[in-house]
């Protein structure tokens, strides 16, 4: 416990996160290479931690993976510039809504957010070419906002353990057949493939 008559100047101010701008600049010391031009982009456990998405985001033209995870993003933004972006990790953040995806709807193919704040998948419907959603230990718990998933036509690996809908659901034993019933495209589905039971099959 800290006095509050005691001096703070020596204290690390934990209220201001890591800009972007600056945790650029030290993958890039790091790396030697300019983050402007490189394909992909790795800003995650940021000390201290990233709590915006900033505008200098805009900067990764070249950007094809973008990592930001274990940081304290609360909201998806300025992604508007990153036309070639196809896998953005956003896991372990406090992320609460989807809004800010449609700047990538085009070119996404995978989304990292798991161990966030979602519950309602709103806005999910943009991206397209997603082929991988990996958003396990999340507040999703109804299958109204899991049936939105279904509106991604190329959606086949889906991570979705720990969410409260999977939690009951599992533990009454039909988690799997009613997941998979509703999201018939999926291959795998908590890591493990899925198995079709078709008549008729070889």
Not at 82 to 96: E, P, Q, T, Y
Not at 101 to 107: F, K, Q, S
Not at 170 to 198: C, Y
């Amino acid at each position: 416990f800290i006095a509050r008559t005691t001096t703070t100047t020596t204290e690390p101010k934990m209220s201001k996160g890591t800009t972007i701008k600056e945790a650029l600049a030290k993958w890039e010391e790091k790396n030697g290479c300019k983050a402007a031009e490189s394909q992909i982009v790795k800003l995650y456990a940021q000390l201290p931690p990233i709590d915006k998405m900033d505008a200098s985001i805009q900067t990764l033209v070249c950007c094809e993976s973008l990592s930001l995870s274990t940081n304290c993003i609360e909201k998806i933004a300025n992604l508007n510039a990153l036309k070639n972006l196809k896998i953005l990790s956003l896991g372990r953040n406090n992320i609460k809504n989807l809004s800010g995806l449609e700047a990538v709807g085009d070119t996404l193919c995978e989304l990292w957010i798991s161990y966030n704040l979602i519950e309602k998948l709103k806005g999910i419907h943009v991206l397209k070419k997603l082929t991988v959603l990996y958003m396990s230990n999340n507040l999703v718990k109804d299958w109204g906002e899991f049936g939105k998933l279904a509106e991604l036509p190329n959606l086949i690996d889906l991570l979705f353990v720990g969410n409260p809908l999977e939690e009951k659901h599992t533990a009454e034993g039909d988690w799997i057949d009613q997941a998979t019933t509703k999201l018939p495209r999926l291959k795998k589905l908590d890591g493990a493939p899925v198995i079709k039971q078709e008549e008729g099959d070889d």
